[in-house]
């Protein structure tokens, strides 16, 4: 978004934008396998269970590799429906609808991605991902710069950009994985592997967090296809508050990611003070980052813009933009603990719930009223007090003590617990 603004300006940001919206419903399959399978390899390797930990892998590969393919040929087809339910200004939408063809085949580069990275973590190893993930993004960076900043191919230079990054990264990590955990190796993996037990096992999991990352995508499609409505600039500012949600979500989903991982290997071995420890600790961690990040937006708005874009009419929706994307972070932070909490002991069903709550009584229903009576503000404003719906539906079950009564079961072939 930075280097397309400097060289794009408003409207090269606002069709970046749309795509990532739209791009965003298109990686929920991946996402949500990617949260949803280290919880019962983290579970299984509380209780010991290492038999299973393969089977897992396996299997979630190949669910989550087919789903994906499936949503990007789906996406693909339908990139002109997408585009113009956000309402795409037409001075963009040719950009926009050549760099959403190239996602939809990148989808498949990301998933995979997305589960190594997620594998790695349920296994224990949180430094390789945070590696392949800097690789991926310096390739991406560079790239960028080469495409978008020296040969001015705009959108389609970012597009292809994306691509070849989420390739090598994809190339590197799964060579990687094999080195690292032989026993994984999939030479001769073949579908009888993947029981329907365990295949059910994950889905039972994933499909919940799948189902709220849908209602956030569409939720987050309704709020753009209005703020579209008011122009490129505001469309624009629109993208730049939602790259900085995007760092920010990046950080508390870190966060929260690894405290997920310590619930479910604490949940494994039934040490309840351990989790209380972790989802108390993951709040104040993400609480620390929040004030500064806050702070800083609140503080400096203009500049912040300014790191974007020169232009005025982008950089004078600064003020007002930043000051309510301000309390969507407060939002995200205080949710990591909830989420840990949720997805450690495997009660995705109630993340999916407060989704349904988060997304269509809050953030389009009540952000379409505050848009009638406020205007482009309403609309962000609905979003960003939708944000603290999780925290307060996390918080009631934390307080309940249900999650300790909680039985996430999986399947056990075998009697041999350490093999």
């Given at each position: 978004?930075?280097?397309?603004g400097r060289y794009n300006g408003a409207s090269g940001m606002s069709g970046l934008n749309i ?249 494994g071995k039934k040490d309840f003070q351990r989790i209380r420890q972790v989802f108390g600790r ?138």
């Open positions: 978004m930075l280097i397309i795509c990532y919206i739209v791009y965003g419903l298109l990686t929920m399959s991946a996402v949500g396998f990617s949260f949803g399978g280290p919880i019962l390899i983290a579970q299984q390797s509380g209780r010991r269970k290492y038999h299973l930990i393969r089977k897992t892998v396996r299997s979630l590969f190949f669910l989550a590799v087919a789903v994906s393919t499936a949503f990007g040929f789906a996406g693909f087809l339908c990139r002109d429906l997408l585009l113009q339910l956000v309402h795409t200004p037409s001075p963009v939408y040719t950009d926009a609808r050549f760099y959403l063809s190239i996602s939809c085949l990148t989808l498949l580069f990301f998933t995979v991605n997305s589960i190594l990275y997620a594998v790695f973590r349920g296994l224990g190893n949180s430094k390789m991902p945070l590696l392949l993930v800097l690789f991926q993004s310096a390739v991406n960076i560079l790239l960028d710069l080469i495409l978008v900043g020296q040969f001015h191919y705009g959108l389609k230079g970012a597009a292809f950009a994306m691509l070849v990054s989420q390739f090598a990264a994809g190339i590197l990590g799964s060579l990687l994985f094999l080195q690292l955990y032989k026993p994984f190796s999939f030479q001769k993996y073949g579908l009888e592997e993947s029981s329907e037990n365990m295949l059910s096992s994950i889905l039972r999991i994933s499909l919940p967090i799948i189902l709220f990352g849908i209602l956030m995508s569409v939720s987050a499609l309704f709020i753009n296809s209005n703020v579209n409505t008011y122009g490129a600039s505001a469309s624009a500012a629109d993208g730049i508050g939602n790259q900085l949600k995007n760092l920010v979500s990046a950080i508390s989903t870190g966060l929260y990611q690894g405290a997920t991982i310590m619930v479910a290997q604490s949940f993951t709040i104040l961690v993400g609480l620390s980052f929040c004030s500064f990040l806050v702070a800083v937006v609140v503080i400096l708005p203009e500049q912040v813009f300014g790191l974007f874009t020169s232009d005025p009419s982008v950089i004078s929706y600064a003020g007002n933009c930043l000051l309510i994307f301000a309390v969507s972070f407060a939002g995200l932070f205080l949710a990591t603990g909830p989420f840990a909490l949720l997805e450690g002991v495997g009660n995705t069903r109630l993340e999916s719930v407060s989704g349904i709550i988060e997304n269509f009584a809050v953030r389009i229903l009540l952000g379409y009223l505050l848009g009638k009576a406020f205007g482009l503000y309403g609309y962000w404003l609905g979003g960003a007090l939708a944000s603290f719906v999780m925290p307060a539906v996390g918080y009631v079950y934390y307080r309940s003590g249900r999650w300790k009564t909680r039985n996430v079961s999986y399947p056990d072939n075998t009697h041999n617990s350490n093999e």
